[in-house]
């Protein structure tokens, strides 16, 4: 195989794929990435057995072939590379050779024929949504994706796409975070609805390589499988398996309590006050709303923190209690001016919404400490 490619777009292939090399793999050949040259293209694809990230570009091609090279070492190589083009050739002994300007560096290669197969997705439902939508929907719902493997249904997020609709909520037990894109979706005729389970690994890596613009993300799901393809990248992976929780019946539908304060001021009274909370055994931060009022108070052995803000409240007063991780992670994804937050008790759960529209939910359990 001997091929020639710009070093940048090479770069830009390795760092884009070399996401999907795990840190213990179960195979020494997934250490590597799988180079193919041919037609004119080159290929690059790693995997960790369950998540496959392909990157494809144009380049002047010698001689066909394919090869596996070490993932790490090889991306790291042609970071340092001078700017221009990298002539790479693998020789008869399974030497790769590395050319860029005057510098030559050798990499023993590992035998393609062992790099597990990988086959494009068919015949699944297909849905397209917007890149820039899509990688906006993830940002916001991936910190409220579990980490605990013992429920494993839970460290993944459901997407559910309808004929009007596309939503990705995420929840941990403690919080849930849901968002809506309303725009119409064409789906396979005779579904109404195309509903996944994505792994939260899977959708943090495709966040981090989508583009930042308004072409199309084209998502085709098989039962057990996904498929991404933008631009000349396509990711594809295994989805969860098993039925999300059913979140409709979680997130409260009348409230006694809604209040509203500048979401700005509440985040810094918040991040001030959660430096107190931190040195506590609890981490908590407490939230008081009275008449035009919004007091946000901690304390520790160290001593206290109290701050008091401007708010509109309708319905009863509350006072109420939050984990400041939890609450913080919340306010951080909201980015409108004002804050709607929706209680019924201090016990039972803030949900925090838009004041107009519906593009967003989350909910947030408090912790038992008033009476």
Do not use: W
Not at 116 to 144: C, D, R, T, W, Y
Not at 175 to 196: T, W, Y
Not at 198 to 204: A, D, E, R, S, T
Request: charged share 25%; proline share 4%.
């Amino acid at each position: 195989m001997i091929f020639s490619m710009n070093a940048q777009d090479l770069l830009e292939g390795l760092n884009t794929v070399t996401r999907a090399l795990s840190a213990r793999p179960a195979k020494q050949i997934l250490e590597g990435v799988l180079i193919s040259a041919d037609d004119g293209r080159v290929q690059l694809t790693c995997s960790d057995g369950s998540l496959v990230i392909e990157y494809t570009n144009a380049a002047a091609i010698q001689e066909e072939g394919q090869t596996v090279l070490p993932g790490r070492l090889f991306t790291e190589l042609i970071r340092k590379m001078p700017a221009g083009t990298v002539n790479i050739s693998v020789t008869d002994n399974r030497t790769a050779t590395i050319r860029c300007m005057k510098n030559r560096s050798n990499l023993a290669v590992m035998n393609a024929a062992e790099y597990p197969e990988i086959n494009p997705l068919s015949g699944g439902s297909q849905v397209k949504i917007p890149q820039k939508k899509l990688k906006e929907m993830i940002s916001h719902v991936v910190f409220a994706i579990a980490t605990d493997e013992s429920r494993q249904i839970l460290t993944g997020s459901l997407l559910e796409v309808s004929r009007s609709e596309a939503r990705l909520v995420a929840l941990d037990g403690f919080r849930l975070s849901m968002q809506k894109l309303f725009q119409p979706f064409e789906l396979p005729e005779g579904k109404d609805v195309v509903k996944a389970i994505i792994p939260g690994k899977v959708l943090n890596e495709l966040s981090r390589i989508l583009p930042d613009d308004e072409a199309f993300c084209t998502m085709m799901f098989s039962q057990n499988r996904m498929q991404c393809t933008f631009g000349n990248i396509r990711l594809s992976s295994v989805l969860l398996a098993g039925e999300y929780i059913d979140y409709r019946r979680i997130l409260p539908t009348d409230f006694k309590t809604e209040a509203r304060a500048n979401r700005t001021a509440v985040a810094d009274a918040i991040e001030r006050a959660g430096l107190m909370a931190r040195e506590g055994k609890n981490n908590l931060i407490k939230m008081s709303f009275r008449g035009d009022v919004l007091r946000i108070t901690s304390n520790a052995e160290l001593g206290d923190v109290e701050e008091e803000m401007e708010a509109s409240l309708i319905g009863e007063p509350v006072d109420i209690a939050f984990n400041a991780r939890y609450i913080t992670d919340v306010i951080r994804n909201v980015s409108d001016e004002n804050l709607c937050m929706k209680f019924n008790s201090s016990v039972s759960p803030c949900v925090v919404v838009p004041q107009t529209g519906d593009e967003y939910i989350y909910l947030i359990l408090p912790v038992r400490v008033f009476q």
